[in-house]
């Protein structure tokens, strides 16, 4: 076999490998389940809210 051959062949085989392993992320990427919180449940909604109606209460107190 001369170079030129064996050089294609190892292109063609680094080539499939890299389709496999594309293909496989693809797929495992499609068989995942996404799922999407409630709003009720997000902490960091939760935490927000008390500090946007923490801010509000203040200056109510304060003009009292």
Request: hydrophobic share 40%; no cysteine.
């Amino acid at each position: 076999m001369s170079t030129l051959t064996i050089s294609i062949l190892i292109t063609l085989v680094i080539i499939v490998f890299v389709i496999i392993i594309f293909a496989a992320a693809i797929t495992k990427g499609y068989s995942y389940k996404h799922t999407v919180d409630k709003l009720e449940d997000n902490p960091y909604l939760q935490s927000k809210n008390e500090k946007n109606d923490a801010n509000l209460k203040e200056p109510e107190e304060t003009y009292k």
